[in-house]
Each structure stands twice: as structure tokens, then as C-alpha cells.
């Protein structure tokens, strides 16, 4: 039973690094803004999330101790990356940060446009 409760905290850490790790590289490749954007909250959310829930796990089965600030910690993440992201967005378009050429669509200037007297 040991082993396994290893094995589960290894897959929730190296998930965790995996989606840091993917995240930076989207942050360094993506062309724009928006897209760097989406791939920084996404790699903090489920990143972070899944090192704190290994942390949780390794905590609770080898000190026997229920760790509520992990927790709470896990639920912040959850809460409040994809928010930042998203707020940062809307500001950077707000602003007139332009959008990659290799943008296809933009449904915002659609909705923007019909806003307008």
C-alpha cells in the first residue's frame, strides 16, 4: 500500500512539473500576448495545483497530518489564476494590444463594434 501512495505523489508532482514546463515553453514560443497569456494560467492552475495536491498526499501519509493550508492553497490557485489571466487579457485588448497576424478571428471586435452608436 506504501508503494502505491509513492507512486500517486510521483504522478501528481511530475504532472505538475510537466504542465510548468509546457506552460513556459507555450509562454516562449506563442506569438502573442493573449496566447502567452492563456498558456501561463493554464500551466499555474493545473501545475501548482497538482504539485500542492502531491504535497497534500506525501503530508498526509507520511506526518499524519491534515494540512488545510495546502488546501486552501489549491483552492486559491483555482480561483483566482484563471481570473488574472483573464483580466490581464481584457485590459491588454482594452489597451489596444494588437493581435497576432496568425489570428484567424476575433469575435471581441465583432462585439466591440456593435457596441458603438
Request: net charge positive; glycine share 8%; aromatic share 12%.
Amino acid at each position: 500500500m506504501l508503494s502505491l501512495i509513492k507512486i500517486v505523489i510521483s504522478f501528481f508532482l511530475i504532472a505538475g512539473t510537466f504542465f510548468i514546463f509546457s506552460g513556459t515553453l507555450g509562454v516562449l514560443r506563442f506569438p502573442d500576448v493573449y496566447s502567452r497569456l492563456h498558456a501561463a494560467s493554464k500551466a499555474s492552475t493545473l501545475g501548482v495545483s497538482g504539485i500542492l495536491i502531491g504535497s497534500f498526499i506525501y503530508v498526509l501519509s507520511e506526518m499524519h497530518v491534515f494540512s488545510g493550508k495546502l488546501i486552501l492553497g489549491i483552492l486559491f490557485v483555482l480561483m483566482t489564476a484563471p481570473v488574472a489571466g483573464h483580466m490581464i487579457s481584457r485590459a491588454a485588448y482594452r489597451t489596444g494590444v494588437p493581435l497576432s497576424d496568425k489570428t484567424v478571428f476575433n469575435e471581441l471586435e465583432k462585439k466591440n463594434s456593435s457596441n458603438t452608436p
